[in-house]
């Protein structure tokens, strides 16, 4: 990381989907300050949160000059920034299929924070969520918080007390490449997922990309979820879980 860089780890959850929802917010400056930041809705989406928490990051930051490094842990976030945006604009914020592109007043809020800052001066990391990564696990806990009104004490104050490593960055912030199950064979193609499992409220499911699976078990109580490489890698994963390989 460099030293003149500006870390942001920015989160958003939901209980209910809609329903009551929290954002959490942690900014490190280069001048060893750490702020940290939260917020809720008591009807809301993750959708929404996790854009809301990117905003507020950014928005604290209009007047900090430097480059910016936001991680997050929402693909959606990532990949409609990134890529999504641009099309939405050109075709009048609608979609491929003409249908209205949803919460298009958070895209155009969060477009309009990164074009004024300069869309080169900001990078996009995507960080897997609840693997202990110390950054995403603080702002998951306050947005949480928010979204379950329960209380959370805010940070703001210098680095050296701050009693969470925020510089522990991970190392692959890629995102995860969407992919098709696996063919007849049952197996993925090398490096590639050949399905993701979640189970929520008891109930299995099978993804075909992290960005389902993500969306499905985020802000979501007692969730569980994992990757499969191969059929018979679901199959076990499944039997683990105390459930038959076709009750997904």
Not at 119 to 129: C, E, L
Not at 156 to 183: E, F, H, N, Q
Not at 194 to 213: I, Q
Request: glycine residues 14%; contains cysteine.
């Amino acid at each position: 990381m460099s030293e003149h860089q500006i870390v942001v780890f920015t989160d958003g959850a939901s209980k209910g989907n809609p329903g009551p929802g929290g954002w959490g917010v942690v900014i490190a400056t280069p001048d060893g300050h750490v702020t940290e930041l939260g917020g809720g809705a008591a009807v809301t989406t993750n959708n929404k949160m996790e854009l809301t928490g990117a905003i507020q990051g950014l928005s604290r930051l209009r007047g900090t000059s430097g480059p910016v490094a936001v991680y997050t842990d929402s693909t959606y976030v990532i990949q409609g920034i990134g890529q999504w945006v641009h099309n939405w604009r050109r075709r009048g914020w609608k979609t491929a299929t003409g249908g209205d592109v949803l919460n298009r007043e958070l895209w155009e809020a969060l477009w309009e924070l990164t074009t004024e800052r300069g869309a080169r001066s900001i990078a996009w990391h995507y960080v897997r969520g609840h693997v202990g990564i110390p950054g995403n696990e603080r702002v998951d806990e306050i947005a949480d918080a928010f979204a379950t009104n329960q209380p959370v004490t805010l940070y703001d104050g210098p680095l050296v007390g701050y009693g969470i490593p925020i510089m522990d960055l991970p190392d692959d912030t890629s995102v995860p490449a969407r992919s098709k199950p696996g063919g007849a064979s049952g197996r993925s193609a090398k490096g590639v997922a050949y399905s993701y499992l979640s189970v929520v409220d008891g109930k299995p499911m099978r993804h075909s990309t992290w960005a389902e699976c993500e969306q499905r078990v985020k802000g979501r109580a007692g969730a569980r979820f994992k990757k499969a490489m191969t059929a018979a890698d679901q199959a076990e994963i499944l039997r683990s879980w105390r459930f038959k390989p076709d009750d997904v």
